[in-house]
């Protein structure tokens, strides 16, 4: 039988502290091991790609379209569309594909996409007399 030898002769000894020590140390490779290794993810579908603009890299404040609030441009945001230019640019129904994914089904940007080509031009008084005429980003 395997028994340390301190077991053997009777003699109190502080070796099962080492045999102790030893066992958590092969512990904790064991799990840094497993752990160290990356982990699989879940296939996704890609995010609907949508226009970005190349030539600004700062992102512009979208809740100054009218009809888009917090939560609207946090999801644009999430899809790329950073800037004016960008959602001027960008397709309507992909837009829209965005939104409904996001499960922003009710929201529209019909008005948004005018409302942004003149945002992106620097037309401030041409978006303020458009949002006139708009109610929640749509004409009235």
């Known amino acids: 039988m395997f028994f340390p030898v301190f077991l053997q002769t009777g003699q109190v000894s502080t070796a099962w502290i080492w045999y102790v020590l030893l066992a958590v140390l092969v512990l904790v490779l064991i799990f840094w091991w497993l752990n160290r290794s990356p982990k699989p993810e879940a296939p996704s579908e890609e995010p609907v790609a949508v226009a970005q603009s190349p030539r600004k890299q700062t992102a512009d404040d979208l809740k100054r379209i009218e009809g888009i609030g ?24 992909d837009v829209q594909k965005v939104l409904n994914e996001a499960g922003l089904q009710m929201m529209s940007p019909e008005g948004w996409i005018e409302q942004a080509q003149l945002a992106a031009k620097g037309d401030w008084a041409g978006l303020e007399r458009l949002q006139d005429q708009l109610k929640g980003g749509r004409k009235k």
């Open 70 to 93: 917090p939560k609207v441009e946090k999801v644009l945001r999430d899809a790329g569309i950073m800037t004016f230019e960008a959602l001027a640019q960008a397709d309507p129904d």
